[in-house]
């Protein structure tokens, strides 16, 4: 059977715990030897791209990069298509795409001889929800990831695909999840990544940061104006000024309380240089473990069933 892994949502308990195993084991396997992983962005990332391709050589295979201008998705040519080429070269596709619906139909079209990875999409972010709960782990439960049950862990700002990966993630492990937002920045239901209706820890949504942030372990962040909203740049700054996640915003979480972004950082935006360079800060670490994701995953897709 062809593993797919293309949001936190579809994988059960059981998987996910392997694939949080599986991503802090030694670099002593050759999972993928001889094995190509097409690697698909139709939008750009330096932290993806990077631990991508560093995964992949890491378990002793080989990446080849596509960007939007080569392939053209869906305007030089088809989805489909484009599947159905790959899938006779590679055994893996990691894409970082615009539309989430685009992993089904190329999941028909290969008739399920290609897996699939979601590198990022308008519904989710799960590679980075993986990194974010080995970082958290880490920090707070040597490395455990079943030690995060009873964390509370914060996310102010636009509720976003990240959002919802996250708090799918670390609602199944047992913490409680607060999601400080305006209206119409904040989580809806109905989404095939959707927190709203996952078992576990609590999930309290709130249009108040400060009522958000108070008592938490952990705060977390992104940036107000992701690609493809440019124009609107002007109305998220006045609409989410009140969320900017500031040295005094931080005074309400715990007193240990630790900060969480995914990066890119609009510095002054959605948070200030004080906060995001303060020891308090382990975004470096939610980067090193992007790489340790990555691995998980692959291992995990590569696995004998």
């Known amino acids: 059977m062809t593993r797919h892994f293309t949001t936190i949502a579809e994988v059960s308990d059981p998987e996910l715990a392997r694939i949080y195993q599986l991503a802090l084991g030694p670099f002593d396997d050759q999972t993928l030897a001889g094995q190509g992983v097409a690697l698909v ?14 995964a992949v050589s ?33 055994a893996i596709c990691a894409a970082r795409i615009r ?19 979601n590198l990022l999409s308008d519904v989710a972010h799960p590679t980075q929800a993986v990194a974010d709960v080995l970082t958290l782990a880490e920090h707070f439960a040597g490395g455990d990831v079943r ?16 959002t919802r990966s996250l708090a799918v993630a ?7 999840v607060r999601v400080g937002a305006p209206a119409g920045y904040q989580l809806t239901p109905g989404t095939l990544e959707d927190p709203i209706t996952v078992s576990g820890g609590a999930l309290r949504l709130t249009d108040s ?26 109305r998220r700054r006045r609409d989410l000024a009140d969320f900017r996640v500031t040295a005094e915003l931080m005074g309400h979480a715990a007193p240990s309380a630790v900060l969480l972004h995914c ?14 360079d303060s020891p308090a800060s ?15 995953v692959l291992r995990w897709i590569k696995e004998e069933i």
Not at 222 to 227: E, H, K, L, R, T
Not at 263 to 276: C, F, K, Q, S, Y
């Open 263 to 276: 990066l890119p950082a609009h510095r002054g935006d959605e948070i200030t240089d004080e906060v995001l």
């Open 99 to 117: 539309h989430h619906e685009v992993f089904e139909r190329v999941r028909v079209a290969t008739q399920d001889h290609m897996s699939l990875i």
């Open 41 to 54: 962005f139709e939008r750009p990332s330096l932290r993806t791209r990077a631990s991508s391709s560093s």
């Open 147 to 162: 030690g995060l049950a009873g964390l509370k862990v914060a996310y102010v700002g636009d509720a976003t695909n990240v």
């Open 282 to 296: 382990l975004v470096w670490r939610q980067v090193f473990h992007r790489r340790s994701a990555m691995r998980g």
């Open 209 to 234: 940061a400060v009522d958000a942030v108070t008592g938490v372990d952990a705060v977390y962040t992104d940036a107000w104006v992701s690609m493809g909203f440019e124009e609107e740049t002007a």
């Open 170 to 176: 670390l609602r199944r492990l047992g913490v409680e």
């Open 58 to 90: 890491e378990l002793g295979g080989f990446s080849t990069f596509f960007s939007d201008e080569e392939i053209g998705l869906d305007t030089r040519e088809s989805a489909e298509d484009i599947g159905r080429t790959l899938a006779q070269m590679y």
